[in-house]
């Protein structure tokens, strides 16, 4: 468990010294304080369990958020309103796979006076 609260703080997992990260998508070669290789992986897919769990956690609080807007606003979720804009674009790429563009739709507007 020191470990885990220690990779939370952005701290060396090993010694729990600061300055993990170089900036915010790069860590440091070697851990500042003990001087762990911090880049242990020899593939290029070393940090593709990251990459997964990066993934995992951004769709589960995604999924929370969802689940607490549609409690809080219960019985009238305002999904009309936040998902107008891409019912819209959806309904415009449908249109286009059925009837292509043609010169009439990249001429310029004529005023109606």
């Not at 993934?55 to 995604?62: A, D, K, M, N, P």
């Not at 958020?65 to 998902?83: D, E, F, I, M, S």
Request: with cysteine.
């Amino acid at each position: 468990m020191r470990r885990l609260a220690r990779a939370l703080r952005l701290r060396c997992p090993n010694c729990g010294g600061a300055g993990l990260m170089q900036s915010w998508f790069v860590l440091h070669a070697r851990c500042t304080a003990c001087g762990m290789r911090l880049q242990r992986g020899e593939d290029q897919d070393y940090w593709l369990g990251a990459y997964l769990l990066n993934f995992i956690v951004t769709e589960v609080l995604f999924a929370v958020l969802l689940v607490v807007v549609l409690v809080a606003t219960w019985p009238n979720p305002p999904w009309g309103v936040v998902l107008y804009p891409f019912a819209k674009a959806l309904w415009l790429m449908a249109d286009l796979l059925f009837r292509p563009p043609g010169p009439a739709d990249f001429a310029p507007e004529r005023d109606a006076g």
